[in-house]
C-alpha cells in the first residue's frame, strides 16, 4: 500500500479545499523547502487556486506513487500529468501549461558540434537517467547509456566530464547547472527524440468530478501566458528569484555614518586563483574582482587592489596591512583574525588525474599515488592525516601544480572543479579526467567569502547587505562570464570598435573630437614635450583613435594640480591616465583599470628598507599635489608626515638633499627620473601595500562618454595588455647630442685629455675607495640598521638558499619566529627609545647564542625575529632556544620585563617541501606559543621528517 505525506495546505481562508497529488523531488517544478512546496509548478498551481477560489492541500510523493493514489481516489487532483490514449479514457485533462522539452547538455569548453540526428551521438559518452521514457529510443539505435540514478546526478556527472553530454528536460537541467554553480554547461539543442521529445504539463481530474474539472480550467485560463512566462524564466534562470531591481541598500544611520568615516580599504586579491581572482595584462580580472566591484558600486566603498599569493596576503591581514581578503573560506581557526561574510559562491572540489584506472570513492583509494593540494589550502590537515606517507605534495602556486601533473611529477591534483579546468585548458594538459568529488565530513567544497579583518566588523554587515542585495541576474551574469564559456568578454579585443546609436550620435555631434587634460610631467606613463602629449598614455590613445575613429585633443596645463582643476570645470573630458578616489568621483567617472604600477618609496642610498609606512615615524615624507594615493593614504595613515611637491623631479631632488626622508611614487617614474636625472644615490626602501590601479576618468555629467571609452578599454586585448606592462618596465632614457655647441665640447675634451695624466695617478686609489665604499653600501643595504642583524633583503636572499643547502646535503632544517611579548606595552609605558634598547640587547643576546656559520638572524619586522640554520640533532636546536628565551628573560634591565615566544619548525626537506612550508609552520608555532600563555617554545610536528635530524 502506497503512502503520500501531507507537506503543506496553502492558507484556508474559507474555499474549498483540493487535494492535489506533486512529485516530491522534482526540481524546479515541484520540491519541497522544509515543509513548503515550491517550484514553477507550484507558482502556477497556486495562481490557478487564487483564480478558482480553491485551496490547495498538497500531497507530495513519487509519480508512481501519486498516481496510484490520484486513482483510487485519494486524491481530488494530480499535477505534471501527460496526455495519453489510454489515459484520456478515465482523467479529464486541462490544457497544457508548459510543454516541458528534452535536450542535449555539453560543457561549452569542450564544446560539441551541433547535433541533428541520433547517430550524430554514436561516438559520444550519453549520460541518461536510469529508466527514462525515451532510453529505448537509444537502446533501439545501438547508442550506449551511461545511466545515473537523477538528475542531478548526470548533472555533476557532466561537469566532472564523465560524459559529453547529458540527455534531460531542458529547465531542470538548466536549473541544476545554476544551482550547483556549472555555469559552464549549456544547452547544446533539442534531442532527436521524436516522438519522444518532450512531455506536456496538465492537471488531471478523474471524469466523476467533471465540476471541479470546470473550476481547474478556468482558473488555468486567466493565468496570462506572460506571467507563466515570467515564471518559467524565473526558475529557468534565477532559481525562482524575482528579477527585479533592488532598492536602494537599507543600512542604519550608524552603518552609513560609518562608511562615510572609513576611507579607502585594501582588498587582497590571489593573482593565481582563476577563474576567481587572477592577473592578466598588469589587471586583477575575476569572478571574485567583478563581485567586489559590485559590491563598491552598491555601498560606495573606494577599494585599493593588492594582488599576492595565499601565503602573503593572510600574513598582510593579520597584520593590518590589508582590510580584506576576497578569496577566503570559512574555518574555525581563521576566525581569530578575520570576519567573514556570507558566501557569494560554493565550488566543488574535485580529484584531477590522468590515470583512467583510478576510481575515487575515498581519500584512501588515494594512498598509492602521488597527490598535490594547495599549500594552506583549508582541507590540508585533514588529507595529511589520511594520505600522510611522504607522497603528499603542496604547492603554492595552482600553475606549477598542475604543470607537475602534466609533466607526471604527480599523479593526482585535489583542487577546485572551476580553477582546475581553467589551468588545464590553459596549459593544454591532455588525457586529464576527473576521477571522483573530493569529499569529507566537514569538506564539501569550498565556500568563497570576504574575510574582513576583526578592527572593521561593522563592514561585515554591511558587506553582507550589499551580497544580498545583488539580484539573480546580476549574479548570472557575472558568474556566466567567468565560468561559462572561455571569451568573456563581449566585445571582440583587438578589433575596430562599433558604437551604438546613441554613442554614434554623441560623437557626431562633437565631431568626433575628445578633450582631454594629462599630467604634463609624469613620464614614462605620460607627459607633454613640445607641446604634444607623449608616453605611454599617448601610445594607447593612438591606438583608441584608430579603433574607434576619434581625435583627442590636448587642453594644456602647467601642472596635476591645475590638471584637476580643468576636469572640475568642465574644460575637458577625460583623463587618460587616472587612479580613482572618492574626492575625484564627485566630478569624474572611471572605466575600469588597465594598467596597475607598484607604488614604492624612494630613500637615499644609506637609508634601511622598510616594511611598512608607520616605520618612517614622523619623518617627512614625499608625494606630488594632487596624486591620488595623497587622498587614500591620509586617510588609512593619518600619521603619516605627508609633504606635497610640485612633481616628480622636485620630489627626487628634495629627497637627495635630505629635505625629505622618503618619496612615494611608481615604480615606473622612479625608474625614469632616476635615470635621466643620474640620481645613483637613491634607491626603493619599500613598498607601498597598494598598487597605482589606471583607468580613463571620464566627466560624470556625460555617461555616454564613458560607455565610449569602456568599449574602448574592453577591446584591449591580453597581448595588447602585455605590450603596456613591458612597455613601462623596458623604457630607457634617450640620449641626446647638442650639436650646435659641438666646438665648445670639442675644446673642453682639449682640456679634460690634459688633465687625464693628473687623473690617472689617483685612479688606483680613488677605485680602492670606491671598492671599500660598495661594500658598505652592500652590507648596509642588507643590515637591520637598529639591531646589526640582517634585514627583509637579506632574509629573502639567504633564506631560500639555506633551504636548498639542506635539501641538497639532506640534512636538518631549522626555522624559528621569535617575537617579544607585550611589546607595545614597553613602548607605551617606558617611551619608544627605551623599547629600542630591548630589541638591541634581545639582538645581542641572540648573535651570543648562534654562532655558528650556518646561523642566520634576521630582524623580520618590528619586535619580530627569524633564526634559520641546518642541524644535525634536532634537540641540540631546541636546547640552543630554550637558553636563549631564558637569557633574554633574564637579563632585563631597569624594570623593564622582556620575555619571547618562539615557534620553531625543522625536519630534513625533500623535494616534497618549500622553504615557505617552514616558515609558515614556523608562525602557527609561534601562535600556539603565544596562545599558551607566551614566553614558552612550541615545535611544530607536522613535518615528519623532523625526527629524522637526531643523532644516531
Known sequence: MTTLTAQATEPDNGNRVVTIGVVADNEPYTFFEGRNPAGFSIDVLREVARNSNLTFDFRAGSWPDIYAAFLRGDLDTIDGISWRPDRAENILFTEPYHFREIYLMHDSARALPVIRELNDLASLRVGVVEDIFYNSVFQDAGIPLTTYDSLPSLVRALAFGWVDVAVGPRLTLEYLANQAGFRFLKVLGPAPLDPFSGEDFRIGVRKDNLQLFQQLQSGLNAVPSDLRQNLLQRWQEFGGETASAPTELPLSAQQKQYLASLGPIRVGFMNDYAPFSFTDGGRALGLSVDIMNRLVDITGLQVIPVRGQWDELIPMLKNGDIDVMANMSFRPDRESYARFTDPYHRIPNVIFTRDDSLDYQSLEDLSNYRVALGAGIYYEDAVRQVLDNGSLLSFGIQQPMFQALAQGDVDVVIGALHSGNYWIRQLGISGTRIAGEFELEGFTGEDLRFGVRPSLSPLTDILNQALESITPTEHRVIETRWLGATDHRAIIQGEQVRWNETESLWLDQRNREIRMCVDPDWMPLEGVRDGKHTGLAADLLNLFSQRGDLNFRLVPTDDWPQTLVAARERRCDIFPMAMQTPERRTYMDFTSPYLEVPNVVIG???????????????????????????????????????????????????????????????????????????????????????????????????????????????????????ELESTWRNLRIEERVDYTRFWQILALGLVVTALLVYWNRKLGRLNRELAEANKALSRLSITDSLTGLGNRTYFDREFPSSFQWCLRHKTGFAVAMVDADHFKKINDNWGHEAGDRCLEALADTMREHFRRDTDRLVRFGGEEFVIFTSYEDAADIQDRLTHFREAVATGQKRDIELTVSIGLALGVPSPDHTAGEYLRLADQALYEAKRKGRNRLEVSSAIPQAEAGGSD
Open 604 to 722: 637615499r642610498i644609506e637609508a634601511p628598507f622598510i616594511q611598512r609606512l608607520t616605520e618612517l615615524g614622523d619623518q617627512p615624507v614625499g608625494i606630488v599635489e594632487g596624486y591620488a594615493f595623497a587622498e587614500l593614504l591620509l586617510k588609512r595613515n593619518p600619521s603619516l608626515q605627508l609633504v606635497t611637491v610640485e612633481s616628480e623631479e622636485d620630489g627626487l631632488r628634495l629627497l637627495q638633499n635630505g629635505s625629505l626622508a622618503g618619496y612615494i611614487t611608481t615604480l615606473a617614474t622612479a625608474s625614469y627620473y632616476m635615470q635621466s636625472l643620474g640620481l645613483a644615490d637613491l634607491k626603493v626602501i619599500g613598498r607601498v601595500p597598494a598598487d597605482w590601479s589606471l583607468a580613463i576618468a571620464t566627466r560624470n555629467d556625460e555617461p555616454t562618454l564613458h560607455s565610449i571609452m569602456q568599449k574602448l578599454v574592453s577591446s584591449l586585448s591580453a597581448e595588447e595588455h602585455a
